[in-house]
């Protein structure tokens, strides 16, 4: 005998179908004389909804499941538990609503981030009842997760597989307090064999810093069963204890079934410059790149490669250029981006990389070469060739390459310097040049900014608002200096809430636009130095500014600050 849901399944399908389509359009399956289609169409609807319920069967209950692990690390000091959640409601409240004109009130979206890392530095767990939103911030916003993830601890791995929503934490990272003791190998195996992959990605970086040749042991155990997307992230994993011990395993990988598992292989294989790939290329490379004399001045000569052969392409040189370049070009790049940059020291001889950079490189080679060795510099970490390819910051070199094709090079060189020398380069080249060019450069620089790098950015703000034009041309400036400023500059930066005088030429009611801007700084400068306190258990004092929250709390002054 068929259930009720059979029996009525088609009658639902066509009410579905009438109600999609309007009563006008599609007649409905069911009528009544005298009334309106679409009341019909509704009450049996309703009918059937009735029925369909009343004939499913119970299911079998599932297994209840087991009680959530324990997570040892303190809870949040009370004022801090209450920051949030507050950041975790705004977050909700304004998910999919489109955002206006700012205003001056700080945006905690953007300082959630912040927040999460500060918290987790001091070693504070979530409380348990923020875990779901905290997990549903996560999944909305996906460069929350490894921060959010690392609060909310080993129960949010717990919550995770009690609904799908949540699986994104299960491959997404894995607290250190699940980890075992790596010196235990029974635990490491076993954990290594039946845990989820984000736990075997932390189990496998935790074993690497104890013991590297260990954690490539481990790996190479269960390599040839690993799916490949699996295998691609193991591999890079390794870039964090990378040995010349990693070599005849790398080397292995580049014969690999997926090709960007062999590309990260080659990748890191060049990062190593006494591997054996790294001297093939650089073989490879001195035949292409070389000194000569022009008119009796020093030159580099440049003849790349007339063919991409199967040993090139097995050491990681992709053949097929991207669209719009040229495969010499194309191949060429490839083979000096991956040579020692050390390598080029004898063939030039004995010069200094700033002496190597400084030749002119002879039919116009010269972007392509110092673009190849920047991408060698980063990826080997070589402070000495970084400097040489970034020069002078005040040079007016400096401001004409700083161009929309080489920011990201030129942020990428920062980035292998150490953070105060990069503060001290992004400020002598803001001071030199302006704010225009200094966005993706300031990216690169340590939070919170150091006193020169935060002095030199507000007077460039302080130079663009004199000069009566929009704020929204350094937008993007504007709000690095919310999340990254040291709050400590707020107090300066009150005179410049005022609105200013607008001088012969400005754009019209510029100067209320800044003082909007400079007000919002100002809140959001104390509101990070209110919350740093919390998180640090102190009570900060109300300034007459706050929101209305438990204890007086929002914007404040705390007495550390």
Same mark, same amino acid.
């Given at each position: 005998m068929s259930t009720v849901a059979e029996l009525h399944a088609p009658a639902w399908e066509e009410l579905v179908t009438a109600a999609l389509l309007g009563t006008e359009r599609r007649t409905p399956p069911v009528r009544t004389p005298g009334r309106e289609p679409a009341v019909t169409l509704l009450d049996a609807a309703a009918v059937v909804t009735v029925r369909r319920r009343a004939g499913l069967r119970p299911a079998t209950a599932l297994p209840r499941?087991?009680?959530?692990?324990?997570?040892?690390?303190?809870?949040?000091?009370?004022?801090?538990?209450?920051?949030?959640?507050?950041?975790?409601?705004?977050?909700?409240?304004?998910?999919?609503?489109?955002?206006?004109? $700012?205003g001056t009130a700080p945006d905690l979206t953007e300082l959630l981030p912040q927040w999460l890392t500060a918290a987790h530095r001091h070693g504070y767990r979530a409380p348990d009842e923020l875990l779901p939103a905290l997990l549903d911030t996560?999944?909305?916003?996906?460069?929350?997760r490894p921060q959010a993830l690392a609060l909310a601890g080993p129960r949010a791995l717990w919550l995770a597989r009690l609904n799908p929503d949540w699986k994104?934490?299960?491959?997404?990272?894995?607290?250190?307090?699940? +980890?075992p003791d790596t010196a235990g190998p029974d635990a490491v195996r076993q954990l290594w064999e039946e845990g989820l992959f984000a736990e075997r990605v932390a189990l496998l970086t935790a074993v690497r810093r104890r013991a590297p040749s260990d954690g490539l042991a481990l790996l190479g155990s269960t390599w040839a069963t690993e799916r490949a997307e699996d295998r691609l992230m193991f591999l890079d994993s390794l870039r964090g204890e990378l040995s010349d011990a990693d070599e005849p395993f790398l080397e292995a990988a580049l014969s690999d079934r997926s090709r960007n598992v062999r590309a990260t292989a080659a990748e890191l294989l060049s990062a190593l410059p006494g591997s054996a790939l790294a001297l093939r290329m650089a073989e490879r490379a001195s035949r292409c790149v070389g000194p000569a004399t022009r008119g009796g001045e020093p030159v580099i000569t440049v003849e790349p490669p007339q063919v991409c052969d199967a040993a090139m392409e097995h050491d990681g040189v992709v053949p097929k250029p991207p669209s719009g370049r040229g495969a010499r070009a194309w191949w060429l790049s490839q083979l000096i981006e991956a040579t020692p940059l050390s390598s080029w020291t004898g063939p030039f001889g004995g010069r200094s990389p700033e002496e190597i950079v400084a030749l002119p490189a002879v039919d116009d080679w010269r972007a392509e070469l110092h673009s190849a060795w920047c991408r060698a510099a980063v990826r080997q970490r070589n402070g000495a060739w970084a400097r040489a390819l970034l020069g002078s910051p005040s040079a007016p070199s400096a401001a004409a390459a700083a161009s929309t094709t080489?920011?990201?090079?030129?942020?990428?060189? +920062?980035? /292998?310097?150490?953070?105060?020398? $990069?503060?001290?380069?992004v400020a002598e080249f803001i001071a030199a040049h302006g704010l225009s060019e200094a966005f993706q450069l300031l990216g690169v620089c340590a939070v919170?900014?150091?006193?020169?790098?935060?002095?030199?950015?507000?007077?460039?703000?302080?130079?663009a608002r004199d000069a009566g034009s929009y704020p929204w041309s350094f937008s993007g400036v504007m709000g690095l200096a919310e999340r990254c400023l040291d709050p400590a500059h707020a107090e300066r930066l009150e005179a410049l809430t005022a609105i200013p005088d607008e001088p012969e030429g400005s754009s019209p009611g510029a100067g209320s636009y800044w003082s909007e801007a400079f007000q919002r700084l100002v809140g959001?400068?104390?509101?990070?130095?209110?919350?740093?306190?919390?998180?640090?258990?102190?009570?900060?004092?109300?300034?007459?500014?706050?929101?209305?929250?438990?204890?007086?709390?929002?914007?404040? /002054?705390?007495?550390?600050a």
């Open positions: 499941p087991g009680p959530a692990p324990e997570d040892q690390r303190p809870p949040l000091p009370p004022a801090a538990r209450h920051r949030l959640a507050t950041l975790l409601a705004d977050r909700a409240a304004g998910a999919g609503t489109g955002r206006g004109r $700012r996560a999944r909305a916003r996906s460069d929350l994104f934490a299960l491959r997404g990272a894995a607290g250190s307090s699940a +980890l080489s920011l990201g090079e030129l942020a990428k060189l +920062l980035s /292998t310097l150490p953070s105060a020398e $990069r503060a001290a380069w919170p900014w150091d006193e020169t790098l935060g002095r030199a950015v507000v007077d460039a703000l302080d130079i959001t400068l104390r509101l990070r130095a209110t919350m740093r306190a919390e998180l640090q258990g102190e009570r900060p004092e109300p300034d007459g500014t706050g929101d209305g929250g438990d204890g007086g709390e929002g914007i404040t /002054t705390p007495r550390t």
